[in-house]
């Protein structure tokens, strides 16, 4: 099992840009896919983006599609999400999951195809 922390979280004004990193331990990220989803209070986890660490296929929900970018650092075994121009509806605590890679999983939004998730760390941001 691969164990995964976030960090990177804060508060920030619309317009802003936030950098999230998940780190990984246990084992190394070549053979899974990563995933950023993100929950506010009373709402499902809703997915935010996608990585398939072998190839760096990647793929976003419509609502961050060319504002927000993932991507993995192979030497760190960790996964970023740089987020820009961020808006008040971004606020969210973000989590960062992983799954092994299998035939099916790349191009999925859904929660529960990820094994392995975060604590999650809190994104705010202000008006």
């Known amino acids: 099992q691969v164990q995964l922390v976030e960090s990177g979280g804060g508060l920030v004004q619309a317009g802003d840009s936030l950098r999230l990193s998940c780190a990984a331990s246990g084992r190394t990220l070549s053979s899974y896919a990563v995933g950023w989803f993100r929950q506010t209070p009373g709402k499902e986890r809703e997915f935010v983006a996608a990585?398939?660490?072998?190839?760096?296929?990647?793929w976003y929900s419509d609502s961050v599609k060319g504002r927000f970018t993932i991507s993995r650092d192979n030497a760190q075994n960790t996964v970023s999400l740089q987020m820009n121009s961020l808006r008040p509806e971004d606020t969210a605590v973000y989590y960062c999951?992983?799954?092994?890679?299998?035939?099916?999983?790349?191009?999925?939004?859904?929660?529960?195809?990820?094994?392995?998730w975060g604590q999650g760390t809190q994104v705010t941001v202000s008006s």
């Open positions: 999951a992983a799954e092994y890679q299998r035939p099916g999983l790349w191009g999925t939004r859904l929660e529960a195809d990820f094994g392995s």
């Open positions: 990585i398939a660490w072998s190839n760096g296929l990647t």
